[in-house]
């Protein structure tokens, strides 16, 4: 493991290897030519924004996604200077920040592109590129219908500033083993790049497949796939996680250690709520994480790891604490392992999800700032 300074002994691990693993598996395995766009949107899944673009591209990657212009501009801050897309709307104002940044825009309103036209003219800042989003079915952000579209091209027609590069649409239920909705959204998508190809003739990038599509259904795969959740070595559902298409390795480990250990009476209760009483003489560890750095209450009653063993969270978890029934006494300092593998025993990123009800898109997400990421390869 690599060495790292830090003062409060909680920690992640991001395993760089895992995410150079997963991005070949999408090449070795499935043998897909199209080119792979990174998406590394909400610090990657709570991986690490900059530390992960980087690594993916050089494992192959060709572009990458996020969801804000912060996020493209930080990449760029970092010396990232690869095609960055901005999948969520900016508004049109901020056009010429996005250009000057060479920076992708998401767009899907005639009106968008109208005004973000007189923001270009104004600041007389270099030409924007942009990608259309179509929305075959998921409901929330996207050109809906055949004159949606004509309109937006036709407005882009007229622009002098603003460059269509892209296009693209997102399936809703591509993790899902009934396929019904995905082709349905998928013939959606066919009819309306038809009606796209008559009126536009210059060629586009097209990318409809994220993680699950890819995976599920890779012959369906355009120029580019949009490789999110499964390149951190997760499964977009527990379908997928069952049948397995491609073997992926869990980049993101959670860590921490033990910083008091106490021996309680029959009787005696732990922690807010004195929701937990001990039956009998019980020794206690004290572990310094806790719902505020995303460790949710919902968890009392998980298992962590400690010398390779399974041993469960008593009493509420605290906004920095929680505290495990231990087997026997263990010395102040022994590591315990909320999420990830010890000896022969480990605790999965699904496994955490199902306590939570969740999504595993989730929980590194919820895993704050607060936790220090410390990245290496295995």
Not at 81 to 96: H, M, T
Not at 215 to 242: E, K, W
Not at 340 to 351: N, S, V
Request: glycine fraction near 6%; proline fraction near 4%.
């Amino acid at each position: 493991m690599m060495e790292f300074t830090q003062y409060r002994p909680s920690w992640a691990e991001v395993d760089l290897e895992c995410i150079q693993y997963n991005i070949g598996q999408i090449k070795e395995e499935l043998n897909i030519p199209s080119k792979i766009m990174a998406v590394v949107k909400a610090n990657a899944y709570g991986h690490g924004g900059v530390e992960i673009a980087q690594t993916a591209l050089k494992a192959g990657a060709e572009a990458v996604a996020v969801a804000l212009l912060e996020e493209a501009i930080e990449l760029r801050n970092a010396g990232i200077d690869a095609p960055i897309l901005v999948l969520g709307k900016v508004l049109p104002e901020f056009s010429p920040v996005a250009a000057g940044q060479n920076i992708m825009l998401t767009v899907f309103q005639k009106e968008w592109i109208e005004e973000a036209e007189k923001h270009m003219v104004d600041s007389k800042e270099a030409n924007l590129h942009i990608h259309l989003e179509l929305d075959t079915g998921m409901n929330r952000t996207g050109i809906f219908d055949e004159e949606e579209l004509e309109a937006c091209l036709e407005a882009l027609k007229k622009s002098e500033s603003i460059y269509l590069t892209g296009a693209y649409t997102h399936f809703a239920t591509a993790d899902e083993e009934d396929s019904a909705y995905y082709m349905q959204q998928l013939d959606r998508f066919k009819k309306l790049a038809s009606v796209f190809e008559t009126i536009w003739p210059d060629p586009v990038a097209w990318h409809t497949s994220n993680s699950a599509a890819t995976i599920h259904f890779p012959n369906d795969a355009a120029d580019y796939i949009r490789y999110g959740v499964s390149m951190y070595g997760l499964y977009p559902s527990p379908y997928l996680a069952q049948t397995q298409p491609i073997k992926l390795k869990q980049a993101f480990s959670l860590h921490s250690r033990l910083v008091e250990v106490k021996q309680v009476q029959p009787g005696e209760t732990i922690s807010y709520g004195r929701t937990y009483m001990a039956e009998a003489a019980e020794w206690i560890g004290t572990v310094p994480i806790g719902y505020a750095d995303g460790w949710l209450r919902k968890l009392q009653g998980a298992d962590v790891l400690i010398a390779g063993k399974r041993m469960p969270i008593v009493g509420r978890i605290c906004m920095d604490q929680f505290m495990v029934k231990l087997d026997q006494e263990y010395s102040v300092g022994e590591m315990v392992t909320l999420i990830g593998k010890q000896q022969a025993e480990e605790i999965t990123m699904q496994e955490t999800a199902d306590l939570l009800d969740t999504i595993v898109y989730e929980v590194p997400c919820t895993i704050s700032a607060r936790i220090p990421r410390v990245y290496f390869k295995s």
